[in-house]
Nanobody, 125 residues
Framework: QLKTVESGGGLVQPGGSLRLSCSST????????IGWFREAPGQGREGIAC???????KNYLDSVKGRFTISRINTKLVYLQMNNLKPEDAGAYYC???????????????????WGQGTQVTVTS
């Protein structure tokens, strides 16, 4: 299985920043589409950002455009830089991977096949 490891979550005040990492150990991410998804309590898994395998394709949820940036750092690491965080950004963040070309403006969590354990983001004053 293509299981990734998410890290970088934490507690921040509104307006603060966090950088989430999606990393792999025994496989490379450069042949996979990567998606970041958020789960808030009582809600389903919502797509936040995704990046295609070449890095040329990126898509963002409208509410995070201009604040969040997804990027490939190397063959085993993808970042989600989150700036100007708001309370509604809080939740468990998961990194999904797939061998399919899934990254697009309407991609859903079921388009991704493999997941990590998630990292928690809390935004509160």
């Amino acid at each position: 299985q293509l299981k990734t490891v998410e890290s970088g979550g934490g507690l921040v005040q509104p307006g603060g920043s966090l950088r989430l990492s999606c990393s792999s150990t025994d496989f490379t991410l450069d042949s996979l589409d990567i998606g970041w998804f958020r789960e808030a309590p009582g809600q389903g898994r919502e797509g936040i950002a995704c990046i295609g395998r070449t890095g040329d394709t990126k898509n963002y949820l409208d509410s995070v455009k201009g604040r969040f940036t997804i990027s490939r750092i190397n063959t085993k690491l993808v970042y989600l830089q989150m700036n100007n965080l708001k309370p509604e950004d809080a939740g468990a963040y998961y990194c999904g991977t797939t061998r399919d070309r899934a990254c697009g403006p309407r991609s859903k969590w079921w388009d991704y096949s493999y997941w990590g354990q998630g990292t928690q983001v809390t935004v509160t004053s």
